[in-house]
């Protein structure tokens, strides 16, 4: 093991693949831990032609920086070193999904599909970009660990990625056999719908136990691939409900026409098998991230947010839970934090008297965000909840630690706001008896 690449001291080895070498490593200037992607040269004997280890290399290089999303794995640079060139990436404390293959460590079928809605979410996010991956599989896929749970999961490795924007020689036919689509073995144009196959496959794969597809030669597997329907997963783990079956066959269908037609549609089929509890609740956690990332979608306040966006918001707001009689403000108290009501209903009272009644998408206590002193911070009206109600809220510290873009969508959201309040305010001085 080299002690250092580059500027950075190596800490251990993570892993290796057919073209690569990967390390912990510290970056001290920094202050983080990284990892590193060593593009190991083809040695002697070796089958693989050196230029295609250059041009996988060159595939990510072309993406430092490029691709910003909570579900991809950040390439931070990209190094061109004569000997040994190598990328610097965002380090996963975890493993990758290959483990949870195997039958006795399948993991819980909610699980699974947050985990497909999130890959689903990023992809989509990638073929935006101009992008597909074409290498979708476990060993491609980091599950995120925190005391030995799954809380997230990240897209990583995108050397065999194809680049539908650039004018550059890219290599053709590449992935992984046993997640490959018929349109990628044979050679045809590309579209989403490839990487969706390939999604299809690892949720397959996931959830039984063993690929779609399993054969002792590479042209028995090609054959399964063109021409045999793999075993609903129905028939070979319990629990998995028709539902959850037709949500994987489609995204294996031997036809792109008949796959879902967009990254949307997919990641909406997949979130509607918890919505509509299709798949057994397990006790990992009282909301999954797939339904805060759905229910946002339908508010009006967040209707101008992306979904990296949106994801910030998932993962950064506080998720609270109050029931009927709860007081989110009292006259006179000094507010520090504002309130997106998801779900439920609060009224606003002002010396006893009923002013105003919210309801899901309507913000609270953005005074404590705009506000220019702490007089005006000062609430002047009684909030209470008299629907149990569920609420995302923030505070002007944990707002700051927002992107830009998504602290913008919340200026332009709470604009909205105060013009719709403005507009009623003048509707009421200007027609009282309408109004009441």
Known sequence: MPPQIGKYRVLRKLGEGATSEVYLCRDDF????????????AGAGEAIDPRHFEKFFAAEA??????????IVQIYDAVADPEAPYLVMEYVPGSTL?????????????????????????????YRQGLIHRDVKPANLLAVLRDGVITDVKVTDFGS??????????????????????????????????????????LYHLIAGRPPFDAQTQSAMMHQIYHVTPTPPSQLRAGVTPAVDAVVQRALAKSVEQRFANWDE????????????????????????????????????????????????VHRGRWQRFNFGHALFRKGEEGRTFYIVAQGEVEVFR?????????SGTSVGE?????????????????????????????????????????????????????RRLHAAHEALAHPRRIL
Not at 173 to 196: C, K, N
Not at 351 to 359: F, H, N
Not at 383 to 409: D, G, Y
């Open 161 to 202: 990625v194809l680049n539908m924007t650039s004018d550059a020689t890219q290599i053709y036919r590449v992935g992984s056999l046993a997640y490959m689509s018929p349109e990628q073995l044979d050679g045809s144009t590309l579209d989403a719908r490839a990487d969706i196959y390939s999604l299809g496959a690892v």
């Open 98 to 126: 290959r483990p949870f293959c195997r039958a006795d460590q399948l993991l819980s079928l909610e699980l699974i599909v947050e985990i497909g809605f999130k890959c689903a979410m990023a992809l989509g996010y990638v």
């Open 30 to 41: 920094r202050g983080r831990d990284v990892a590193i992607k060593r593009v190991r040269s």
């Open 367 to 419: 005074m404590c965000y705009l506000a220019p002193s702490a007089e005006l911070r000062r609430h002047s009206t009684d909030v209470i909840v008299t629907e149990a109600c569920t609420t995302i809220s923030f505070t002007p510290e944990s707002l700051a630690q927002l992107s830009p873009s998504c602290r913008h969508q919340f200026d332009e959201a709470f604009i909205g706001v105060l013009v």
């Open 266 to 313: 997919f990641a909406q089929a997949l979130s509607a098998l918890i919505t509509t509890q299709q798949v057994p609740r397990g006790h990992l956690q009282d909301v999954l991230d797939t339904e805060r990332f759905t229910l946002l979608r339908r508010l009006e306040f967040f209707s101008n947010f992306g979904d990296v966006e949106l994801w910030e918001v």
């Open 62 to 71: 072309a993406l430092v920086g490029q691709l910003q999303h909570p579900n």
């Open 351 to 359: 010396d006893g008297l009923r002013v105003a009644q919210l309801g």
